[in-house]
């Protein structure tokens, strides 16, 4: 079960996984300039495992990634690591970087919920219900705003973002039933192995990426990709989930929207518009009520 009290330490690193994780979004928008989704989901798990694999090369990592359930490890992967990746790669084809960070945020309303009724993590006040759908209501906004200017065809990338919150949900849910046995290196690198035997020969397959001839700017954006908001985010994401549960873990996405806003119209120069600003402090609101 979590900790009853959230310590400073929690804080913290909630703070830095938010502006590691909110930073693949604008590092994504520019590799979908150049490669296909589904290499850009191989690249980041591929470049994170091979990062991580000295570190899971240590002689007590290695005998508890043999006594790991491997096959449940695998489920986890392919929900929380692969399916997203390419969801969110797909659906920055079409949108800003700022608004699928932005989308994001029905991660913590589906988590609060599956908290509740699967792991008894969270217990649904009517207090957390009123913040729940402060946020929904700016998820709403941002959907239908980015339909109406952006075309219909926005409204399959949107999903697909949404789709890929969804996945890193369930995955954090799932963790939580072995994250007191098994290391959280372990699961992390687990997953980002099993997808990367997955999307590799995928992208070879139906994307043939012409490597040789990517710009500076791309190969830095998924070097970037592979080892910071990856190798690095997702090992602390579940150091989070075992430190503090997956509810308080699914509080950094209603700080990853915000963060990526910024890196999105600082970094990439995009639009700061009213709909953005609205659907952001409807997310915050919501937060503030469901924390009280």
Same mark, same amino acid.
């Given at each position: 079960?979590?900790?009853?009290?959230?310590?400073?330490?929690?804080?913290?690193?909630?703070?830095?996984?938010?502006?590691?994780?909110?930073?693949?979004? &604008?590092?994504?928008?520019?590799?979908?300039?150049?490669?296909?989704?589904?290499?850009?989901?191989?690249?980041?798990?591929?470049?994170?495992?091979?990062?991580?694999?000295?570190?899971?090369?240590?002689? *007590?990592?290695?005998?508890?990634? %043999?006594?790991?359930?491997?096959?449940?490890?695998?489920?986890?992967?392919?929900?929380?690591?692969?399916?997203?990746?390419?969801?969110?790669?797909?659906?920055?084809?079409?949108?800003? @970087?700022?608004?699928?960070?932005?989308?994001?945020?029905?991660?913590?309303?589906?988590?609060?919920?599956?908290?509740?009724? $699967?792991?008894?993590?969270?217990?649904?006040?009517?207090?957390? #219900?009123?913040?729940?759908?402060?946020?929904? #209501?700016?998820?709403?906004?941002?959907?239908?705003?980015? *339909?109406?200017? $952006?075309?219909? !065809?926005?409204?399959?990338?949107?999903?697909?973002?949404?789709?890929?919150? #969804?996945?890193?949900?369930? &995955?954090?849910?799932?963790? %939580?039933?072995?994250?007191? *046995?098994?290391?959280?290196? !372990?699961? *992390?690198? &687990?997953?980002?192995?099993?997808?990367?035997?997955?999307?590799?020969?995928?992208?070879?397959?139906?994307?043939?990426?012409?490597?040789?001839?990517?710009?500076?700017?791309?190969? !830095?954006?998924?070097?970037?990709?592979?080892?910071?908001?990856?190798?690095?985010?997702? !090992?602390?994401?579940?150091?989070?989930?075992?430190?503090?549960?997956?509810?308080?873990?699914?509080?950094?996405?209603?700080?990853?929207?915000?963060?990526?806003?910024?890196?999105?119209?600082?970094?990439?120069?995009?639009?700061? @518009?009213?709909?953005?600003?609205?659907?952001?402090?409807?997310? #915050?609101?919501?937060?503030?009520?469901?924390?009280?």
């Amino acid at each position: 079960m979590a900790k009853d009290k959230i310590d400073a330490l929690d804080v913290g690193l909630l703070l830095l996984a938010a502006c590691l994780w909110a930073s693949a979004f &604008s590092s994504i928008k520019i590799a979908v300039s150049e490669v296909g989704p589904v290499t850009v989901g191989a690249a980041r798990c591929l470049i994170a495992a091979l990062v991580l694999l000295p570190f899971i090369m240590r002689k *007590s990592l290695l005998a508890d990634l %043999r006594s790991a359930p491997l096959g449940f490890l695998g489920i986890v992967g392919l929900l929380g690591v692969a399916m997203p990746f390419m969801l969110v790669a797909y659906g920055e084809q079409v949108v800003d @970087s700022s608004l699928a960070g932005l989308l994001m945020a029905v991660g913590p309303l589906a988590t609060i919920l599956g908290g509740h009724f $699967i792991t008894k993590d969270e217990v649904i006040t009517r207090t957390k #219900l009123t913040g729940i759908l402060f946020g929904l #209501l700016g998820v709403v906004l941002l959907l239908w705003q980015g *339909s109406r200017l $952006i075309g219909q !065809t926005a409204v399959i990338s949107q999903l697909a973002i949404i789709c890929a919150a #969804l996945g890193y949900v369930s &995955s954090n849910l799932m963790i %939580r039933r072995i994250s007191g *046995s098994v290391m959280a290196l !372990t699961i *992390s690198w &687990s997953g980002l192995a099993f997808s990367a035997l997955l999307l590799v020969p995928a992208a070879v397959i139906f994307e043939a990426p012409n490597l040789g001839n990517l710009s500076p700017s791309v190969w !830095t954006a998924l070097l970037w990709l592979g080892i910071v908001p990856t190798a690095i985010g997702f !090992t602390l994401r579940y150091i989070l989930i075992a430190r503090a549960g997956a509810g308080f873990t699914s509080y950094v996405g209603y700080l990853i929207p915000a963060i990526a806003l910024v890196f999105g119209v600082v970094l990439l120069d995009e639009a700061l @518009s009213w709909d953005k600003v609205a659907g952001l402090v409807l997310i #915050l609101t919501g937060l503030a009520i469901a924390r009280r």
